[in-house]
């Protein structure tokens, strides 16, 4: 569908709906992979996963209406969020949790809009769902030097490069360095032990807990395919479906019951 009443302009998207769903079900906005750098208009596992625990799921070309440059794709984001937050685009119901989510520069862009949202619309915003989200523009952990394993080193670096080409590194530009982590919204956060992101991501979510934020975090076993939800090689058959479902379930029932 076109989301046409976004404050940028239009801006397409795929909306992933399980076949059952309760009354209420939670709205995800949900931004996809990509290194900063593809479109998103494509099939997306992670969207299909949490929609079949009966979660609707927005999943925006967000590079396509202003580029790829910092702080455009963040300025997309912010628009979708604050347009679902006012008018939900017909998407659920006045009692649907307003969730923000996304992998690898979705991810970024999803702690981004968090960030914003505590700044801005903190009442709007119920929960965050970030699954290895890109963080750190110096690819400076120790995982990181498993990229090239994963064949993913110089699409990152690139990425960087280009999501940072205006000159600016912004807290919102790379969350993890951020100085002013509290008051975020509750966050679900995914990773693996063979996922080179991991890290930076399970330092985020550190940083987010002593701040004083609700934080669940999940570290899937190697072997389980995840690097495969960023774009990147595996070798194995991706296994984590069923984890990372159990995990969603349990966050927007925490959520819904708080």
Known sequence: MVLDKVAIGPVSARIYQGAEFSKGPPVLLYFGAGSFLGSQIQNNAAAECLASVGAIVVVPDYLAPLGGVFPKPLEVGFSIFSYL????????????????????????????????????LARELDGQVLLSPMLDPFMGSASMREADSVGMRDRWAEGWSHYLSAGVCHPYAAPCLCSRMTGVAPTLLATSDDDPLREEAMG?????????????????????????????????????AESLRQHFADFVHELGAG
């Open 204 to 240: 985020y979510a550190e940083r987010l807990k002593q701040a004083g934020n609700h934080v669940r975090q999940h570290l899937h076993p190697a072997g389980a395919g995840w690097p495969e939800l960023y774009g990147g090689l595996s070798g194995h058959a991706p296994s984590w």
């Open 85 to 120: 937050a006012k008018k939900r685009a017909g998407l659920g119901d006045r009692k649907s949790l307003l969730l923000i989510g996304g992998e690898e520069a979705g991810g970024n862009i999803a702690a981004a809009v968090a960030f914003k949202a505590r700044d801005h």
